[in-house]
């Protein structure tokens, strides 16, 4: 085919693994969450939450989960900036401050966003 000249063998799981059971087995070994971990401590007060609303982790007293894990749905960018956000958060609940007042903000759009959106003007 036309990517023939660009195609070498197999990097992983590699040539030797070929049944399902060698593809689960590689799987199994191999696979790891290194990016973007997440979403693994549910928020709630049912029966399959790890944390309430105010972080505190069920059934434990004095244990907080204040991390990515408490996040509903994976971010499609990087965690930091949102991690942090939680975080901020978390220290205003454990600390005991109310919360900032509810305003209605118009957001800033610029018209030709796609042809600005990496620029610096708006």
């Given at each position: 085919?036309a990517?023939?000249?660009?195609?070498?063998?197999?990097?992983?799981?590699?040539?030797?693994?070929q049944?399902?059971?060698?593809?689960?087995?590689?799987?199994?070994?191999?696979?790891?969450?290194?990016?973007?971990?997440?979403?693994?401590?549910?928020?709630?007060?049912?029966?399959?939450?790890?944390?309430?609303?105010?972080?505190?982790?069920?059934?434990?007293?004095?244990?907080?989960?204040?991390?990515?894990?408490?996040?509903?749905?994976?971010?499609?960018?990087n965690?930091?900036?949102?991690?942090?956000?939680?975080?901020?958060?978390a220290?205003?609940?454990?600390?005991?401050k109310?919360?900032?007042?509810?305003?209605?903000?118009?957001?800033?759009?610029?018209?030709?966003?796609?042809e600005?959106?990496?620029?610096?003007?708006?």
């Amino acid at each position: 085919s036309a990517f023939d000249e660009y195609r070498d063998e197999e990097i992983q799981p590699g040539k030797h693994i070929q049944t399902d059971e060698e593809i689960d087995a590689f799987v199994r070994q191999a696979v790891e969450s290194a990016y973007h971990p997440s979403c693994s401590c549910k928020m709630g007060e049912d029966d399959m939450a790890v944390v309430n609303s105010n972080t505190q982790v069920h059934g434990i007293e004095g244990l907080r989960v204040v991390d990515s894990s408490i996040f509903p749905t994976v971010p499609n960018g990087n965690l930091n900036a949102p991690t942090i956000m939680v975080a901020e958060k978390a220290a205003d609940i454990i600390l005991g401050k109310e919360p900032l007042q509810k305003s209605d903000v118009d957001v800033a759009i610029t018209t030709n966003w796609q042809e600005t959106q990496r620029s610096t003007e708006i």
